[in-house]
């Protein structure tokens, strides 16, 4: 069945008498009879979902307006309003927008914040009779995930629908690919999932494409009538009704049975859009194959019989570990992110993370660690633990799809771990363990893992959610381990057909040349149908095998790979040696401003100025040049922004090291910056991003926040005699006020440079504005503000 959504309310509570920067959802108690007469014209344009007038009524978003506690009051009124105009004719969405800020680690909210904000927000929206909850213009798929566990807990009755927003270069600002929203969202329940706002529908076609293909929930497409400009100070929006209208067909081949409008859509776009759609019919959408996908909040990851092998990486546990035990223990996790960054360069496809260490709070320390590597690596993470607390504490921290290893047969694991794998939409790891113990033989494990996927499947999980362990024990012990365990993966591959996995250095507990008997046995399960092995990416042997077994088993057609590998094996992979005696101390903090590094950044401060190096040495030659190399894979996609801000942290911490031991250098800051979001604009969250940079980039900030007037940005720039003025607009309609400023600046003899940016704003905007500089983003703004200061 095909829906029509509602187009823009923002622009049409602006025609109905909403004063710039005044609260929209308050027009929902002082002007029902606006926020009613628009759903009416949505209606009468063939809208069968209205949305309600409640995109910022989250407590979070009302406080700017000192209105926090009338969530409940507002989101109501909004919700009667629709109903009333709706009559039976439409349903009624209740609409929930970001927060405004982003969640740790990219920002200052706890997850837990902004999930009670969510959850008093759907709450009140559910208990007026909303139809439909809508997350919508997400841009932070864990603040996305934040909002969706609220709605699920609050009203499980109630679908829910999740819309991100993508970039032109068809990710969120995050780092977010459609491929990986989709396969972590439907993973947790989301009933549609979806794209609204930041592009036009030309651009949206292949990010809702991408989304049907890989995920089996409707999907929705909200686009902007294109993108915005200005026009004699009036915003303007390019496509036209009927050009708008037309590209439903295309939205909807694409896989789209939920279509509607944002910015810049009117009654008369959404009119074009149901005449185009009026005789169509929901085309179907191919049959996919229930394949296990795990995801990071940028990549997404297939194990699968018919790919190549996949390693998961098996160095982040403590157990017989004493020096790693030892850093958790303490509180340290520098190892734990060494780990992590060395294994994924060895190789690793995804890592496994334990925090088994006896006497420390498990959940706490599972909670950082799952933080901290999320924020460095894009390699999807299993989550290792058998404490409930702990494994909760992880799925809740990650920002992705998790594996959770393990789910044994034991009753206590089956009643604990199901349940949260649902919750979080994570995938399993079978564990043939039951309550009496280790089955000797395969078809008892294959009998055990029967037992645990019913188990699972009553809980909610299916096909595409399992990966089985074979169970390894060693053959010092038991002479049939290694046979054994080959049958296991047999029986697996024949009866079952998921994808495989096991620890393979238990094999040889005991026995002299460990690594010539490991990889042998990896050799030999590969051939009878091991997946995902967990291992020592480190391990040249294990490596070695693996590469030939591809080449062997056409996993790497006619050899390709392997042979371009054994032209290159001057390089090969080791275990990583700490950066400052592999590298010149110069480089060394390069990198490790590059990689987030930020608890080895220090250290190498401190051995360059024994060295010899002055500090403007340590700043071009190390600081800056990382920035500069960091920008431009940013700009290029190949680094996002968690890895950016985690750079500027690092960044950070080298200045603050270069302070203390050289206090002159406290002088040497790049320059002032005022920086604020103008008038009439509630948006922050792209200046605050900017301003996050700029300050860990060595430029004194002065932060004024946002809906600044022009006044207060003038007196500030010249009380802090600031070399940079910057401006930031994410509305068109609020653009005209980045003119006054300028022209205010001017008018008060202020000679310092401005620089501009934020969604709506343009370099053709900015030259006619008379503005210095244009920031598309907080990576170039920090490059172009540097250039202003010279």
């Not at 790693?324 to 995804?350: D, M, T």
């Amino acid at each position: 069945m095909i829906h029509i959504f509602d187009g823009a309310m923002g622009t049409m509570l602006q025609a109905g008498g909403l004063e710039p920067g005044g609260c929209p959802e308050l027009m929902n108690i002082e002007n029902p009879e606006v926020v009613k007469n628009i759903h009416h014209a949505y209606i009468e344009a063939g809208s069968t979902i209205i949305e309600t007038n409640t995109f910022g009524a989250s407590s979070l978003k009302l406080d700017h307006y000192g209105l926090a506690d009338r969530v409940a009051e507002l989101n109501a009124a909004a919700v009667k309003i629709a109903k009333e105009a709706a009559a039976g004719r439409a349903k009624v969405a209740g609409s929930m927008g970001p927060t405004g800020r982003f969640v740790v680690p990219l920002g200052d909210l706890e997850f837990e914040a902004a999930y009670q904000c969510f959850a008093e927000q759907a709450k009140a929206l559910a208990e007026a009779g909303a139809d439909y909850l809508i997350i919508e213009t997400c841009i932070d798929i864990q603040e996305m995930r934040a909002a969706l566990l609220a709605a699920k807990d609050t009203a499980p009755k109630i679908p829910v629908i999740c819309q991100l927003s993508y970039s032109e270069d068809g990710r969120t600002v995050t780092g977010t690919d459609p491929q990986s929203a989709a396969i972590i969202l439907s993973a947790m329940g989301a009933d549609i999932i979806g794209v609204n706002c930041s592009l036009g529908p030309e651009q949206l076609v292949p990010i809702v494409r991408t989304l049907a293909e890989n995920c089996d929930v409707p999907i929705s497409v909200q686009p902007n009538a294109g993108m915005p400009y200005l026009e004699n100070g009036e915003t303007v929006f390019p496509m036209g009704p009927e050009d708008f209208g037309r590209w439903g067909t295309k939205l909807l081949e694409a896989g789209a049975t939920f279509l509607g409008g944002c910015c810049g859509t009117t009654p008369a776009h959404i009119a074009a859009l149901a005449n185009t759609l009026k005789d169509a019919h929901e085309p179907a959408r191919p049959k996919r194959p229930k394949r296990l996908w795990l995801a990071s909040r940028s990549k997404a990851v297939c194990i699968d019989k018919e790919l190549p092998t996949r390693l998961i990486g098996e160095r982040i546990n403590p157990t017989g570990r004493k020096k790693l035990a030892a850093e958790i223990r303490e509180g340290s996790f520098l190892s734990v992110k060494k780990e992590a960054l060395n294994q994924v360069k060895a190789g690793a496809h995804l890592l496994d993370v334990n925090m088994g260490v006896g006497g420390i709070d498990q959940a706490a320390a599972m909670k950082h660690a799952i933080t901290e590597i999320s924020q460095l690596t894009d390699a999807p993470l299993a989550i290792d633990t058998s404490d409930t607390q702990a494994l909760e504490a992880g799925l809740r921290a990650y920002p992705g799809r998790a594996l959770i290893n393990s789910v044994s047969a034991e009753k206590d694991r089956i009643a604990e771990f199901l349940p949260l794998a649902k919750k979080y939409g994570a995938a399993i790891l079978c564990l043939p363990i039951t309550d009496d113990g280790v089955p000797k033989t395969a078809e008892a494990r294959l009998e055990t893992i029967k037992g645990i996927i019913k188990a699972a499947k009553n809980n909610g999980l299916d096909d595409g959610d399992f990966l089985l362990d074979a169970l390894v024990m060693t053959i010092s012990a038991d002479a049939n381990a290694c046979h054994e365990v080959l049958r296991t993966l047999a029986l697996y591959r024949q009866e079952l057909g998921y994808p495989s996995t096991m620890g393979l250095s238990n094999i040889s507990f005991g026995l002299p040349n460990r690594p010539l008997i490991n990889s042998t046995f990896f050799t030999m399960c590969l051939a009878a149908g091991l997946d995902a092995p967990i291992m020592n990416p480190y391990d040249d042997s294990m490596q070695q095998a693996r590469k030939a077994s591809a080449a062997l088993l056409g996993h790497d057609p006619n050899g390709l790979a392997f042979s371009k590998d054994e032209a290159n094996l001057s390089v090969p992979k080791k275990a990583a040696v700490a950066k400052e005696t592999v590298l010149a101390t110069l480089p060394a903090i390069k990198q490790a401003v590059i990689e987030g590094e930020k608890d080895d950044v220090a250290p190498l401060v401190e051995k360059a100025i024994q060295e010899g190096h002055s500090a403007n040495e340590i700043t071009e030659q190390a600081l800056t040049a990382a920035m500069t190399e960091i920008g431009e894979d940013f700009g290029a996609g190949r680094m996002f922004l968690p890895q950016v801000l985690l750079s500027a942290e690092t960044m950070r911490a080298a200045f603050n090291k270069l302070k203390e031991l050289i206090p002159a250098s406290a002088n040497a800051e790049n320059g002032t910056v005022v920086i604020a979001t103008v008038k009439g604009d509630v948006h922050d969250l792209g200046k605050n991003i900017t301003g996050a940079l700029l300050a860990n980039s060595g430029f004194k900030l002065i932060d004024l926040g946002k809906d600044v007037d022009s006044t207060d940005i003038v007196k500030a720039a010249i009380e802090n005699n600031a070399d940079i003025v910057g401006l930031c607009a994410l509305m068109t309609t609020t653009m005209v006020q980045i003119d006054k400023v300028i022209a205010d600046l001017k008018a008060a003899g202020c000679n310092a440079k401005v620089m501009v940016g934020g969604a709506a704003v343009t370099q053709e905007y900015a030259d006619s504005a008379g503005a210095d500089a244009y920031a598309p983003d907080g990576v170039k703004a920090v490059e172009l503000a540097k250039g202003l200061v010279k």
